[in-house]
């Protein structure tokens, strides 16, 4: 089948705002002078900067249409599972750039900071309430650092026992950066193998966890979207060896208000405010990872720690076993405004809601989509759903083919490739942001790509056919990137 160039109803063939300009186009009106021209200074010498002439209609459309090559969750759905690509609703931005909380520096006395000081303070309360925790520290800014902060801090939790340990045992079902982050803190990663139900199995955990083992790092729900049934008995067995349990929580989208960590025998959790909170994310904006621990663990969260005295709030470094500091000032303060913000205007029972909606989407597409794509773990799932590409590998087209042909139906596609557990993953997360008219049309364009997989494989091969770049070559994109044309 061949489509006629040019049918997307975009233009692609945008010049730079240089290759754009003409001498003497303005975008500006200035009022008439009504004072005595002057000359100018004749110690600035030189031609002015090399700005194109451009009038206001050039300038907005240029910005316009190359956002209309981009995609975004404002545009459409962006079911990129374990990323939590929800919908964020514009109030939370707009408290984050008040006036009084963009302007604020962090160098401010504490006594010109009140109200940052106080909205970070109960957001702490609030997460620790969310998880069940203990406490918290907003610092970390991003999930990988909350990682990292969360074996920085089992590290010297241990070592105040006697010794630190030196492995930690990390599922197969773990999100990628959990061995990363325990490797950087000098622990050793020992593989765990899932059972066939994509979960834990207590009896493995019993047979890997030894005396030199400091603990587990599970994410919980897992990265095949499901919930870590066995956490209970796999968190009595570490425990009862001296161990700490860690929770990748940046799937909480999940279990807001429905499930209290600390009950499962979490000892230290992090979330991901840029996922489960409402902040924009991808393209590495800011984000935020804050740490939750069981009371055990408190005294050794990172520094300043905000504190309530007389009424007033403030800084304090007064904890002497603390890991110290792990970013510069208290964190991004901006992200959590916007957690802060979600969380006031979402209430308890909204967020429950969410985690609710978000389960109940995942498990439409898993019952829609099942038997047009293989579904290797066929249980109920928690906030996304993974589909592989098997019973499309008579016709040759994989995964990449299918999710790159997404993109000219209008949705941003799903996570691939992962997890590794599954062979050709398509890992789909639609979050509670998006209606059931929107899932259906998402499950419409993908149960027609399979169709299109079975009759013209060839159209697959060379989607996607409607966007201004077509397949990259994405070794080199991320090598080499090219970032000017
Ligand atoms: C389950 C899980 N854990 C950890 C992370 C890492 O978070 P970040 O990208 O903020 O470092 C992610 C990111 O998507 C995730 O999905």
Not at 140 to 162: C, D, F, N, Q, R
Not at 285 to 314: A, H, I
Not at 408 to 420: A, C, E, K, S, W
Request: proline share 8%; net charge neutral; aromatic share 8%.
């Amino acid at each position: 089948m061949k489509e006629t160039p040019g049918t997307t109803g975009l233009i692609f063939n945008e010049p730079l705002l240089w290759e754009k300009g003409k001498t003497g186009r303005t975008a500006f009106s200035l009022p008439r002078r009504d004072v005595e021209r002057q000359p100018v200074d004749k110690n600035l010498k030189g031609n002015g900067p090399d700005f194109p002439d451009l009038s206001e209609v050039d300038i907005v459309r240029h910005y316009i249409r190359l956002s209309q090559w981009n995609f975004s969750v404002d545009s459409g759905m962006y079911p990129l599972g374990s990323c939590t690509m929800k919908y964020n609703p514009k109030t939370n931005e707009r408290q984050s750039a008040l006036p009084g909380f963009a302007m604020a520096h962090p160098l401010l006395p504490k006594s010109l900071s009140q109200g940052v000081l106080q909205l970070m303070y109960e957001l702490e309360q609030y997460l620790t309430e969310i998880t069940g925790m203990d406490a918290t520290t907003l610092q970390p800014a991003a999930g990988a650092h909350g990682e990292l902060t969360g074996m920085l801090l089992i590290y010297a939790y241990l070592k105040s026992k006697g010794t630190p340990r030196s492995k930690i045992l990390v599922p197969d079902t773990a999100h990628g950066t959990n061995p990363a982050s325990a490797s950087l803190c000098g622990y050793r990663s020992i593989p765990v193998k899932s059972n066939e139900r994509g979960v834990l199995s207590p009896q493995v955990v019993d047979e890997l966890m030894d005396e030199d083992t400091a603990g587990i790092m599970v994410t919980n729900p897992n990265t095949l979207g499901l919930f870590e049934e066995n956490i209970k008995a796999v968190a009595d067995i570490v425990h009862a060896r001296g161990g700490l349990v860690y929770c990748d929580g940046a799937n909480m989208n999940a279990v807001m208000g429905i499930v209290n960590m600390r009950e499962l025998g979490i000892d230290v959790l992090h979330l991901n405010l840029h996922k489960t909170f409402s902040s924009p994310h991808g393209g590495g904006g800011p984000g935020s990872g804050p740490v939750c621990v069981r009371k055990e663990l408190e005294p050794f969260l990172p520094v300043p720690r905000v504190m309530t005295k007389r009424g007033k709030y403030e800084l304090s470094e007064d904890f002497p076993d603390s890991i110290g500091k792990v970013h510069a000032f208290y964190g991004n303060v901006g992200v959590m405004i916007r957690a802060y913000s979600y969380i006031m205007s979402m209430g308890p029972d909204g967020l429950k809601k969410a985690s609710q909606l978000a389960v109940l989407n995942a498990a439409y597409i898993k019952d829609n989509l099942k038997g047009t794509f293989h579904l290797p773990y066929d249980r109920p799932c928690m906030h996304e759903c993974v589909f592989s590409d098997k019973l499309q590998e008579p016709y040759k087209v994989t995964t990449l083919d299918m999710v790159k042909r997404l993109m000219d139906y209008g949705f941003h596609p799903p996570t691939i490739y992962f997890p590794l557990v599954v062979p050709g993953a398509i890992m789909i997360e639609p979050t509670e942001t998006e209606s059931k008219e929107d899932i259906d049309l998402f499950i419409e364009s993908m149960k027609a790509i399979a169709k299109e997989a079975r009759e013209h494989p060839e159209m697959l091969h060379a989607a996607p056919r409607h966007t201004r770049r077509r397949r990259l070559d994405e070794t080199a994109a991320a090598r080499k990137p090219c970032l000017s044309g």
